[in-house]
């Protein structure tokens, strides 16, 4: 059983940066894929991005191609979703989930999940 707990949300602006981290516990960390949801009210939850075990290959939606970065620290048992450029629309709750197999870019194969992390950009 894996434990994912996010942090690093909050109240930002329009074009600040703000990096989310999910520490992981209960499991080989190493051995996950790694991926960062969003959901905001009213609409369907969003596969934000995925990263491999390694941190070798990663996946993104295009909406946020070119100003979000997954990265992870398996020494740490932690993912990372660096946000840049942060329009209105990245404001949801955002968490992130795990699974040992499946591609990057599926949505509905991940195991576990934590509880999330609020982020809201003011425009």
């Known amino acids: 059983q894996v434990q994912l707990v996010e942090s690093g949300g909050g109240l930002v602006q329009a074009g600040d940066s703000l990096r989310l981290s999910c520490a992981a516990s209960?499991?080989?960390?190493?051995?996950?894929?790694m991926g960062w949801f969003r959901q905001a009210p009213g609409k369907e939850r969003e596969l934000v991005g995925g990263?491999?075990?390694?941190?070798?290959?990663?996946y993104y939606t295009d909406s946020v191609k070119g100003r979000f970065t997954i990265s992870r620290d398996n020494t740490k048992n932690t993912v990372y979703l660096q946000m840049n450029s942060l329009k209105p629309e990245d404001a949801a709750l955002y968490y992130c989930?795990?699974?040992?197999?499946?591609?990057?870019?599926?949505?509905?194969?991940?195991?576990?999940r934590g509880q999330g992390t609020q982020v809201t950009v003011s425009s």
């Open positions: 209960g499991g080989t960390f190493s051995t996950y894929k």
């Open positions: 989930a795990a699974k040992l197999f499946g591609s990057l870019s599926r949505d509905d194969d991940y195991n576990y």
């Open positions: 990263i491999s075990p390694l941190g070798i290959s990663t």
